[in-house]
């Protein structure tokens, strides 16, 4: 399949209940503005000279987005799940930026903190001077079978309505 140039990326979070757990995904999914595209999941790099949206744009139905997500599920009630994505940005613009994903049966601030040290550690291990850091985490308690999910979205003008 060939991909089409990656253009903008944008995060999206949400949680949900569903009747099982894949019902729970599809609605966290929908919640997030995201159901309705096919996600290929994809490890964590954001292209230099990309557009970071505020929000995440409307998407042409059954787009196939390249994606790096996490979600997790949860059938205990009462329990904390959380989902959380974040983006480390290089002080150098010309490079490119390293996204990572997490998710726990734990507080959504569990997961941010977490998703903060990957990132500090991602650019250690690069030996890269890290700039901008952006955090997205959502958190559920569970009634009977839930899911929380955090995606960054690697977007190319041919995606968006």
């Not at 990309?50 to 787009?63: C, F, T």
């Not at 009462?78 to 290089?90: F, Q």
């Given at each position: 399949m060939p991909w089409k140039k990656v253009t903008k990326v944008a995060v999206a979070v949400g949680h949900a209940e569903g009747f099982t757990a894949l019902n729970a995904l599809d609605n966290a999914l929908l919640a997030a503005g995201i159901g309705n595209v096919n996600l290929?999941?994809?490890t964590s790099i954001i292209p230099p000279d990309v557009d970071l949206l505020a929000e995440m744009p409307k998407i042409r139905p059954g787009a196939i987005v390249p994606t790096a997500y996490a979600s997790q599920t949860g059938r205990v009630e009462g329990e904390i799940i959380s989902?959380?994505?974040g983006y480390g940005l290089p002080e150098d613009p010309a490079r490119p930026g390293v996204i990572m994903e997490y998710s726990d049966k734990a507080p959504r601030e569990v997961a941010e903190r977490m998703i903060r040290r990957m990132i500090e550690a991602a650019f250690r291990t690069r030996g890269e001077p890290l700039g901008e850091v952006r955090?997205?985490?959502?958190?559920?308690?569970?009634?009977r079978i839930g899911c929380a999910v955090a995606a960054v979205a690697l977007l190319s003008e041919d995606d968006l309505l």
């Amino acid at each position: 399949m060939p991909w089409k140039k990656v253009t903008k990326v944008a995060v999206a979070v949400g949680h949900a209940e569903g009747f099982t757990a894949l019902n729970a995904l599809d609605n966290a999914l929908l919640a997030a503005g995201i159901g309705n595209v096919n996600l290929v999941k994809v490890t964590s790099i954001i292209p230099p000279d990309v557009d970071l949206l505020a929000e995440m744009p409307k998407i042409r139905p059954g787009a196939i987005v390249p994606t790096a997500y996490a979600s997790q599920t949860g059938r205990v009630e009462g329990e904390i799940i959380s989902a959380a994505v974040g983006y480390g940005l290089p002080e150098d613009p010309a490079r490119p930026g390293v996204i990572m994903e997490y998710s726990d049966k734990a507080p959504r601030e569990v997961a941010e903190r977490m998703i903060r040290r990957m990132i500090e550690a991602a650019f250690r291990t690069r030996g890269e001077p890290l700039g901008e850091v952006r955090v997205f985490g959502v958190e559920h308690r569970v009634e009977r079978i839930g899911c929380a999910v955090a995606a960054v979205a690697l977007l190319s003008e041919d995606d968006l309505l």
